[in-house]
Structures are given as C-alpha cells and as structure tokens.
C-alpha cells in the first residue's frame, strides 16, 4: 500500500488485458505514461503525429522493458482528417479501449492555425481531443469501466472561454489562449462525465493537471524568450518544477487507481499544486459552470463534425 499522499507507480495495479491509448507518447509526460502502463502489462498504443519519432520512443522504451507491446499510430491532433483515420484503423484492429490518455498539446505559441483552420491551442488541446474521443466513443462505450484521462494544466485557472472568440481573431494573447484550451479540457472531462452518467454507461471522465514538470514542451517554449525574461523563467523553472515522473502521477493515478471516480480532477499536492503526489482536488471555479460547458460542447460538435450521438439516444 502507498504511504499516505505519497502514491508512486509502485502502487499501480497490474494492467493485463488492458488496452490504453496515450496520445503524444513519444515524449515528456506521454512517454512516460506508456513506460509506466507497458511496464504494469498492458498492450499500449503511442499515437504521435511523427512515425519516426514514436518508433524511436518504442524503440527506446523496449530497451528498458523488453516485454512490453507497444504499438505506433501516426495522429495529427491538428488536422481532423488524420483523427478520422486514426480512429477508423484503431477500431479495425482494436475491439476494446480500456484508457483513453488524451495527453498531448502545444503550449503558448505565436498565432497560427490547424488544417482545419481553428487557432492551434484551442484546435489542438481541445477540439483534437474532442473529435478523438468522440469517434472512440463506441469503443469506449462497449468496454467495461474504460476510462478518459483528459491532461489539463494548471494553467486552466487563468482560462476563460471566449464564445465570441475562441479562434483569437479579434484579440490573441498566447497564454490566455492556452488558458482557454486547457480550461476547456476540463470543461470537456466533466460534461463528458455528466453524459455517460445520464445513459448509465460505466466508462469514466477525469480530468488532472501535471502541475510544473520538467517537459521538452516547456524548455522549447523558454528558447522563444528574450534573455532577461529567460534567465528569469530559468531561475523559477529550477526552483519550482518536478521531474516529469513525477509529473506524470496524476494522469497514472488517474488511469488505473481503483479509488477514483468519474469527475475527479488531480493535480499534485505540494505548494500551489506545482509538484508533489497525485492528490483529489477542486479546478476553477469557472470548470464547474455547466452553461458554459454545453455550450463549450454545442460549439465543438459543429466545429468538428463529431456528433457523441451514442450519449443522447
């Protein structure tokens, strides 16, 4: 048993049988998700928008675990067209979903657009994410107490979701609109939560932020800075973040914990929730208003096409 509040993947169950999808697998908290879910037997599949890159993470990650299955799907989270295949070829081979890990992002970038046209934060972290889901969903559905892990951050304090500009094209600001996206995924975790439970279906929604973890994502980001602003993001990073193992617990608890509970957030449980072990905690006060996540959910039904018809019969 784990020490009070102090939950590690020496704690985790035994995954055999299971099937988990971990989108953004090839690096940070994703790859470390797939290491630690491979490492407890489950059958995983590393969905990265690069083939060479996920091949090389399997690669890697068979070195360090030399029985683990391990599979490599191609997906642009920024292009619905490669979700929709990605979703076709998963159902031809997988008939069941137990962890549904929608795990990767982009953080904070300059203004720029999707395939599909939708601002990249928002297109990515979240509508990608909702299209994904929505079209695993009788997957999902049909496999006894699948669960979706929605990876939010604790940057989701300072979104707010803008109805009237959700693409930032009156006014763009790159981290109030990575606040919005990942305001939106927990939006999106708990309206998904309410949905499965009005039909009785047994498949699970959370949400969990990682809290401050020392990701490839977060030092790409730092290079972009002037000098001064990066010695001084240098200076806190050093001083506040964790280790991405660490890092990865909420989304590891999250996944296979027998405690947890459809609409539960996680986060870690240090100072300010910036590091420390996997913990039950409160999002936004704005994550919880229901107005706003259905009209969140109306709006990305009709951006993507991707209608959860299964959850309104």
């Not at 109306?298 to 993507?304: D, F, G, K, N, R």
Request: proline letters at 3%; aromatic letters at 8%; hydrophobic letters at 40%.
């Amino acid at each position: 048993m784990a020490e009070a509040n102090k939950w590690t993947t020496a704690d985790m169950s035994d995954q055999s049988g299971k099937v988990a999808l971990v989108t953004g697998g090839n690096g940070g908290l994703g790859y470390e998700t797939v290491k630690e879910l491979a490492r407890k037997h489950a059958r995983v599949v590393l969905a990265c928008r690069s083939i060479d890159k996920g091949n090389a993470a399997r690669e890697q990650l068979l070195e360090q675990i030399p029985t683990a299955t391990i599979e490599v799907m191609q997906l642009d989270l920024a292009d619905l067209a490669s979700i929709r295949r990605f979703a076709e070829s998963f159902k031809a081979n997988h008939d069941l979903l137990h962890i549904l890990v929608n795990n990767a992002g982009v953080m904070a970038t300059p203004r720029r657009t999707t395939a599909d046209g939708f601002e990249l934060q928002f297109g990515t972290n979240h509508l990608g994410h909702f299209a994904l889901t929505g079209l695993l969903l009788d997957v999902l559905l049909k496999t006894p107490d699948s669960r979706v892990v929605s990876v939010s951050s604790i940057a989701e304090q300072m979104g707010s979701i803008k109805l009237d500009d959700l693409m930032g094209e009156k006014s763009y600001e790159r981290w109030l609109a990575y606040g919005q996206s990942k305001l939106a995924n927990v939006l999106f975790a708990y309206e998904l939560q309410r949905k499965v439970s009005a039909v009785g279906a047994s498949t699970i929604s959370l949400a969990v932020h990682p809290g401050v973890a020392a990701t490839n994502l977060r030092t790409k980001l730092m290079t972009r800075e002037t000098p001064l602003l990066h010695r001084i993001q240098s200076y806190f990073w050093e001083t506040l973040r964790q280790s991405v193992e660490m890092g990865a617990l909420p989304q590891l608890y999250a996944a296979t914990a027998s405690d947890v509970r459809g609409g539960e957030f996680y986060a870690p449980n240090g100072f300010l929730q910036r590091a420390g072990y996997p913990k039950k905690v409160r999002s936004s006060r704005r994550s919880y208003d229901e107005t706003i996540a259905k009209q969140l959910w109306a709006v990305s039904e009709e951006l993507t096409g991707v209608e959860y018809t299964a959850l309104t019969q």
